[in-house]
């Protein structure tokens, strides 16, 4: 009788222990669950950033204004074969400007508020003078290829 006695009250401590995590447990699943949700709200709104065909010319014109109103001069632009990659299409964009740092440190903020989703690929930037670098950007303009949901 003992003996079932000291089993059943080791059962009981087992059980308490166990229970004793469940608020922590279920506090890291409703963490998880904000955080998953937070993911696919920001998920769905960068897919509505990726247009259904890469507007180059578009995002070229605004990329060039922005360079001039900061004061840089851009020296040329040069666009690749678009291709394929996973469920998008990938435009590569090679821009070449010259100017300060922190006209080309602002244009890189103006690449990141487009609506246009793109990637910086490629970044070089050689100083020229104290205040006056050459930079070449390569820029990878997302499009969607139609095939994705």
């Not at 003996?3 to 922590?24: G, L, Q, W």
């Not at 001069?73 to 964009?93: A, H, K, N, Q």
Request: glycine fraction near 4%.
């Amino acid at each position: 009788m003992n003996n079932a006695m000291n089993c059943v009250a080791k059962e009981i401590r087992v059980r308490t222990t166990s229970y004793s995590h469940f608020d922590e447990i279920n506090s890291n699943y409703r963490q998880m669950k904000s955080l998953t949700r937070t993911l696919s709200q920001s998920t769905d709104e960068a897919i509505l950033r990726v247009p259904q065909k890469h507007s180059a010319d578009q995002w070229l014109e605004s990329a060039s204004d922005a360079a001039l109103d900061l004061g840089l001069v851009v020296t040329s632009v040069t666009t690749s074969g678009e291709r394929i990659e996973d469920e998008y299409g990938v435009l590569p964009v090679d821009i070449n400007v010259q100017g300060s740092f922190e006209g080309v440190y602002r244009l890189l903020q103006h690449f990141e508020r487009m609506d246009h989703i793109s990637r910086i690929d490629r970044m070089s930037i050689h100083r020229v003078e104290d205040s006056f670098v050459e930079a070449r950007i390569i820029v990878h303009l997302i499009f969607s290829t139609g095939d994705n949901s």
